[in-house]
């Protein structure tokens, strides 16, 4: 066997003893697309330093653990108060829970009453593979697109569906939390989040990656969102896994004509982070917006990739990702825009800017443009370094200490990502999180 | 309550302070005038501790003590304060919070309780009067996006929240039109008080028609050529600088 085959070998033990506990179910659709997923990423394989996409992102740890998978939902029951502290200072909203990688109804909470909006998880719904919202997303095939959403789909059990029906504004947010429980060491999950928002719809879409414990596990989540004609979503997606954790997660969004995405990316967790992002702007007149923070330290590995696919003309995106990076922590960031030949009077900016506040922190930072439309507009800049030595100074020369002028000017750093979250709830949790990193642990701001 | 006795100060090398006598008693107005070049803007910086620039030779002393030992934050908390002639555009910190943070920090080093956000509000609305500030610029990050006028009203306006005992105005005349000098201006004429002091640096005897100092000095090639009183700036808007050259 081949030396990178040899990585595969627990995945195809785990699809054994899954396909096993199915009775009767491996010739459902669903498990059709499971099989077709999993012979994509067999036939694929993990990836590796030698293909573009990770050529900075070293996930050889990843790949040498040995996880435990779970097929069948927790025993241990979790009650309201252990999931406390991820719920935002008690933000008023819609929420799905999920417990290591299964929807847990009995902490969840849902306006059954609300007609306009279906809420529910895989495991609830009944056929579910006969339901408009699940043909929609068959048809995108994102297994194909990467080994990792290859991988999820293999093994999907159970994730969030959303649909918000047409002519409909959803006010108050939509929380799907995904919690590792740690019950047992090197779990693996693979949540799958479906969220469809219809034509002249509004919603916003919080998702977020917490652990109760500090071992090692591993997220490997895939979420696909629709956003139908004239269609606004505002998605916050928030990874504050356990430092030891593994975190894999893509995000696929496909936009119809005068659809509006807008999406902030926290990332603060995980020992390696790696999160795709692309939206396809497929119709006239969309507008993607792509914000991130990220926030690393010790030996951190955050990486981020997007992808802004211009398939038509007059659409704008706008991406801005700010970065902070300490102690040995390593970034990378890759923002590749697509302007096909068709896709005339588009208008991209992009910018990354990262900070180095220590002498062995490192960013990899790749903008990637391809436009073949000759009347476009597209920007991007990258900017890495330290804080500017003349804001310092500023600052000191009205009284306020070095290190604490620093911390003034790295959180008004990230302040620009965070001022554009949507719900107030998530910015002041975002704002507590940056604060306690910046003063309790004394190494950040060097 | 400032006395220079032979600042010799460089930047990467370059001396450009080659021997700066100047003594600051408290309740005076002095202006220090000369080309580009001279050495003004360095002397402001050095004095606010801007950490690009070495001394090389002599002392500085602000109220008995050695004002060079100090960091650029003591030097505020003690009351010294620079009105930048480039004020740094901060995006993420809104002037507000800063200039209460920046009023804390004076007053923990004093001893004293923090302020009260109701009167740190009222104390906000009086001083913007006093330099006419936009109240929306209050809100606003700091000197982002704010016009050349805007910023130099601001340093002024930071001036007045942090009341310092000795002020240094570096070129805060330099793109103003004439009713915003008069603005800036009326600013300081407020604000002094036989417990401060204030040095002027300028390279146009203009502002000196609107703060109307006690002592003049003309710095030259990195040092004072000439001292006098107010009437030495009259002198050097008719002559000019050439005649330093001869």
């Known amino acids: 066997m081949k030396q990178e085959n040899i990585h595969l070998e627990q995945y195809i033990t785990h699809f054994d003893q899954f396909e096993h506990l199915l009775n009767g179910q491996k010739d459902s659709p669903l498990h059709q697309l499971r099989r077709k997923a999993f012979d994509r990423f067999l036939s694929v394989g993990f990836p590796n330093r030698r293909q573009e996409e990770w050529r900075f992102t070293n996930i050889n740890p990843l790949l040498e653990a040995k996880f435990q998978p779970k097929f069948q939902s927790s025993e241990k029951k979790l009650a309201a108060g252990d999931i406390k502290a991820f719920l935002y200072d008690d933000l008023s909203a819609t929420q799905l829970v999920f417990i290591d990688g299964y929807f847990a109804p009995q902490l969840s909470l849902r306006e059954e009453t609300e007609k306009d909006l279906i809420i529910t998880s895989f495991s609830q719904i009944k056929n579910w593979q006969d339901s408009d919202i699940f043909s929609i997303f068959m048809d995108y095939e994102t297994y194909k697109e990467d080994a990792f959403t290859a991988l999820n789909t293999a093994f999907l059990l159970d994730g969030a569906v959303i649909k918000v029906k047409d002519n409909t504004a959803i006010d108050r947010p939509i929380h799907l939390l995904h919690i590792t429980t740690n019950e047992h060491p090197d779990q693996v999950t693979y949540p799958r989040n479906m969220v469809f928002i219809g034509r002249n719809s509004q919603a916003t879409i919080l998702e977020s990656y917490f652990s109760l414990g500090g071992n090692r596990y591993f997220t490997n989540t895939v979420t696909e969102i629709h956003v139908s004609e004239n269609g606004n979503l505002n998605h916050i997606r928030l990874q504050n896994e356990s430092i030891a954790a593994f975190h894999i997660g893509s995000v696929y969004v496909d936009q119809k004509p005068n659809s509006h995405y807008f999406s902030s990316s926290i990332t603060f967790g995980a020992a390696i982070s790696r999160i795709n992002i692309s939206a396809r702007l497929d119709g006239q007149g969309c507008e993607a917006t792509l914000n991130g923070l990220y926030m690393g330290h010790g030996n951190q590995l955050i990486d981020n990739h997007t992808f802004i696919d211009h398939a038509n003309p007059h659409c704008n995106s706008y991406e801005s990702y700010q970065g902070i990076l300490t102690d040995q922590a390593h970034g990378v960031f890759s923002g590749k825009i697509l302007v096909r030949p068709d896709a005339q009077k588009t208008d991209a900016k992009q910018s990354n800017n990262c900070l180095l506040l220590s002498d062995e922190a490192q960013i990899n930072s790749k903008p990637m443009l391809e436009i073949y439309a000759d009347d476009v507009r597209c920007t991007h800049g990258a900017t890495v370094g330290q804080l500017n030595e003349d804001a310092i100074f500023y600052l000191r020369s009205r009284g306020i200490a070095e290190q604490q002028a620093k911390n003034i000017l790295t959180y008004a750093f990230a302040e620009q990502v965070i001022e554009g979250i949507a719900v107030k709830e998530v910015r002041e949790y975002v704002d507590k999180i940056l604060l306690a990193r910046l003063s309790e642990d004394i190494n950040f701001v060097k | ?246």
């Open chain 2, 1 to 246: 309550m400032l006395e220079i006795k032979n600042l010799h100060a460089t930047i990467e090398g370059n001396e450009i302070l080659k021997g700066i006598d100047l003594q600051v008693n408290v309740g005076e107005i002095h202006a220090i005038m000369g080309p580009n070049g001279s050495g003004k803007s360095t002397l402001a910086n050095v004095l606010a501790g801007k950490e690009d620039y070495e001394v090389q030779q002599g002392s500085v002393l602000y109220e008995g003590q050695d004002l060079l030992e100090m960091s650029p934050e003591d030097r505020a908390r003690h009351g010294l304060f620079l009105a930048f002639q480039y004020p740094v555009e901060i995006p993420g910190v809104s002037n507000s919070y800063f200039l209460k943070t920046a009023l804390n920090e004076k007053r923990k080093f004093q001893g004293l309780e923090e302020i009260d956000a109701a009167d740190f509000l009222i104390l906000l609305k009086q001083k913007a009067k006093i330099v006419e500030m936009d109240q929306a610029l209050l809100n606003r990050p700091l000197n982002e996006g704010f016009s050349g006028g805007e910023k130099k009203r601001n340093e002024i306006f930071q001036m007045a929240i942090l009341d310092p005992k000795l002020a240094i105005l570096d070129e805060t005349d330099s793109g103003l039109d004439i009713d915003a000098l008069k603005i800036v201006a009326n600013g300081v004429n407020s604000l002094r008080s036989s417990q401060n002091a204030f040095i002027v640096v300028t390279h146009y005897q203009r502002l000196l028609q609107y703060i109307v100092p006690d002592f003049v000095h003309v710095l030259y090639n990195g040092k004072i050529v000439r001292s006098g009183g107010k009437e030495l700036a009259y002198e050097l808007e008719e002559k000019g600088y050439d005649w330093l050259k001869e």
